[in-house]
């Protein structure tokens, strides 16, 4: 069968609350049709792919629109015949390596610093802390795990780990003037002013996030 006569959709969208479902290892538990649903905000491509391709009953998820459409382009611009399994499988290597890459990175204290960043003169006030750390939650004040940050204008970033904290060492002669922890994400937004006088920074609140779909998922020929 050709990858391009395939479509990933969800034609009956889900309207349930996913905060209030039951937490398991690697879904949730919806009531209202006794159904565990995958979070697959943070799959890739390849890995949503493969996972329905190889699946033998039905699948309920939760994913973005944008991850949807992305999902039907990859189905779109596969080879044809067998070989589009070979280029799902390229594709799934990438993945696997950004993914251990990224789970590495939270796994450890949080923390990544750039250890040959050359010190840079700085006329600012010297700083009182060697370090900065605080939390990521959304609007809900929930905590938020993954979320990567940078220091603006420096090669200084962590990510946040279960229970939203992130860390970050500040190298001697650092510039204090680079004072914007940004969020680096395609699904959300967020920003803080750093105060280099105190190591516990305030609250870094998440904000617009992308529109999410939510319900079973089908993989079939392009009607």
């Not at 939203?164 to 395609?186: A, C, H, M, Q, W």
């Not at 939510?214 to 079939?220: E, F, L, S, T």
Request: glycine share 6%.
């Amino acid at each position: 069968m050709k990858s391009s006569s395939l479509e990933i959709t969800i034609p009956k969208p889900c309207h349930a609350d996913w905060h209030s479902m039951e937490k398991r290892d690697q879904s949730k538990f919806c009531t209202l049709c006794s159904k565990s649903v995958f979070d697959f905000s943070k799959y890739s491509d390849a890995e949503i792919i493969q996972l329905l391709s190889n699946a033998t009953g039905e699948i309920c998820g939760r994913l973005s629109v944008s991850q949807l459409n992305s999902l039907n382009y990859q189905l779109m611009v596969a080879p044809a015949g067998k070989s589009w399994l070979k280029y799902l499988g390229v594709l799934a290597i990438g993945a696997s390596i950004f993914v251990s890459e990224a789970n590495a990175t939270v796994l450890k204290p949080s923390i990544a610093i750039e250890k040959n960043m050359e010190a840079k003169p700085s006329d600012s006030k010297p700083k009182s802390v060697k370090k900065i750390y605080g939390y990521v939650v959304d609007v809900n004040n929930k905590p938020m795990e993954g979320i990567r940050l940078v220091l603006q204008n420096t090669k200084l970033y962590a990510s946040t780990d279960k229970n939203g904290r992130y860390e970050i060492k500040l190298p001697n002669g650092f510039d204090t003037k680079n004072i914007n922890l940004t969020v680096e994400s395609i699904r959300f937004d967020g920003a803080l002013l750093v105060n280099y006088n105190m190591e516990k920074q305030n609250n870094l609140i998440l904000s617009a996030q992308e529109k999410m779909i939510m319900g079973k998922i089908i993989m079939a020929p392009r009607g």
